[in-house]
């Protein structure tokens, strides 16, 4: 079964628009870790944000900000004034202690910026 | 520089040639592992190792083998490659029970 679940396959958006990506995970455990990687088309996993299970605090970073809801399984990643150079695959993963900690990631989103 | 560093980045190889792509980490770390990368599929763990001599299956084991004789490096073994393990490879290391992770730049294999 899918652990993490990225219902969004591709978003085009043109530049200056907000766009947010859904993520929503499955897990039993009580301890466990979310992330998100960004994979721009040179193929790297650039980490953006690590976010543990007891600390449901909103987080932004400059143009980005993270969504974490417990009550609803989600942690959804928003950039705001997206940009050309926000074009990447963007994954959301799960780390669980049943899992020995293992990243279980999403599908991707494919995040498509024109000018 | 604290990284993860696979070799080589990008390979081309015939059917049944055994191959080895190696990692090695810098940071100490317990903890590496090996993903596969396909389109549509994500991001699928291949086998991990929680330390030196202990190894184990993820995801998509088979075709592969690993070894963890030294902690710092985590060697992917494919014996006789096949055209469906043509695919995009990352090794990532961390330090167990943190959730943070290091990933390498990657490695394309092609298998034709």
Redesign the interface.
């Known amino acids: 079964a899918q652990k993490v679940t990225q219902a969004q396959t591709e978003i085009s958006v043109v530049e200056k628009e907000d766009v947010t990506l859904d993520c929503v995970y499955e897990t039993r455990d009580t301890t466990y ?1 979310l ?1 998100w990687y960004k994979q721009p088309p040179s ?3 650039v ?1 953006l944000i ?1 976010r ?1 299970s007891f600390d449901e605090q909103n987080e932004i970073s400059g143009r980005y900000s993270w969504n974490f809801q417990k009550s609803t399984s989600s942690f959804n990643f928003t950039i705001t004034a997206s940009q050309v150079v926000d074009s990447a695959v963007y ?1 959301c ?1 799960l ?1 669980e202690v049943q899992s ?9 989103t494919s995040l498509l910026v024109t000018p | 520089e604290a990284q993860v560093t696979q070799n080589p980045r990008y390979l081309i190889t015939v059917t049944g040639k055994k191959l080895t792509v190696t990692c090695s980490q810098n940071m100490n770390h317990e903890y590496m592992s090996w993903y596969r990368q396909d389109p549509g599929l994500g991001l699928r763990q291949i086998y991990y190792s929680m330390n030196v001599e202990v190894t184990d299956k993820g995801d998509v084991p088979e075709g592969y083998k690993v070894s963890r004789k030294e902690k710092r490096n985590f060697p992917l073994i494919l014996e006789s490659p096949s055209p469906n393990q043509t695919s995009l490879y990352f090794c990532a290391s961390s330090t167990y029970g943190t959730g943070g992770y290091t990933f390498g730049s990657g490695t394309r294999l092609t298998v034709v």
């Open positions: 870790y992330f193929g790297e996993l980490f690590r543990n994954f993963a780390s020995g900690y293992a990243l279980n990631f999403g599908k991707g």
